[in-house]
């Protein structure tokens, strides 16, 4: 079975410092992970995936995951927070079906 | 083009009216799904279409009524929705069901039912 824990419902960071966004992940097989930006009233835009390729990825607008087999963990980062990176974070699973499993979502706030 | 596009962006509708959401890509993805969101929560699977063909329903009431009349498109006819059906509904594609390549998200339909 599939399934994503985001560690923390809100995250609050001042604009310029560093932005952490936690995720666990439970699966019988191989995963696809995923992280997904939804800025309000938007639809989901695809930030960054692991598909057993290298285990850092490197997505769009300077965010980036680490997958860590050991402590089934894909944690979001990015060095220094944008205003505009406030928004919605999923963290996704997916199964050889392609079927999605999501986190229920980390608020990004980013204070001036 | 790299789109999945939904019309309308924002409906209201009455319990009585009968209105259809679309869904548009020309990616050449041969899955597409239905989502439903509700506020601070996150998308809900509804329906899935593989090939034009409905692979996965979930358990979703009959007042909800898929259809895929083609590859690119994919609509969601709604009827005698209840107030609870408020929500942004959303629609993805990926290049086949069964590849984990992600989805492409289109920006929603924020549906009002009173």
């Known amino acids: 079975a599939q399934s994503v824990t985001q560690l923390d419902s809100h995250v609050s960071v001042s604009e310029g410092t560093p932005v952490l966004l936690r995720c666990n992940y439970s699966s019988s097989y191989s995963p696809s992970l995923f992280w997904y930006v939804q800025h309000p009233n938007k639809g989901l835009q695809l930030l960054l995936k692991?598909?057993?390729?290298?285990?850092l990825v490197k997505g769009i607008n300077g965010f980036e995951a680490e997958f860590k087999k050991s402590e089934t963990s894909f944690h979001l980062t990015k060095p220094s927070a944008h205003m505009s990176d406030a928004a919605e974070y999923f963290c996704?699973?997916?199964?050889?079906?392609?079927?999605?499993?999501f986190g229920t979502g980390t608020s990004l706030t980013v204070i001036p | 083009d790299t789109e999945v596009t939904q019309t309308p962006k924002h409906l209201v509708m009455g319990m009585t009216n009968k209105k259809s959401l679309k869904c548009e890509q020309h990616m050449g993805h041969r899955a597409m799904y239905w989502y439903k969101q509700k506020a601070k929560k996150p998308p809900e699977l509804m329906f899935v279409?593989?090939?034009?063909?409905?692979?996965i329903n979930e358990s979703v009431p009959s007042r909800f009524s898929p259809e895929c009349p083609n590859s690119s498109l994919l609509n969601l006819h709604l009827h005698a929705l209840q107030p609870e059906d408020s929500a942004l509904y959303l629609c993805?594609?990926?290049?086949?069901?069964?590849?984990?390549?992600?989805?492409?998200f289109g920006s929603g339909t924020r549906l009002t039912v009173v």
């Open positions: 993805a594609s990926s290049r086949d069901q069964g590849q984990t390549y992600g989805y492409t």
């Open positions: 996704v699973v997916s199964d050889p079906g392609n079927q999605f499993y």
């Open positions: 692991y598909t057993s390729a290298a285990t």
């Open positions: 279409y593989s090939y034009e063909k409905l692979s």
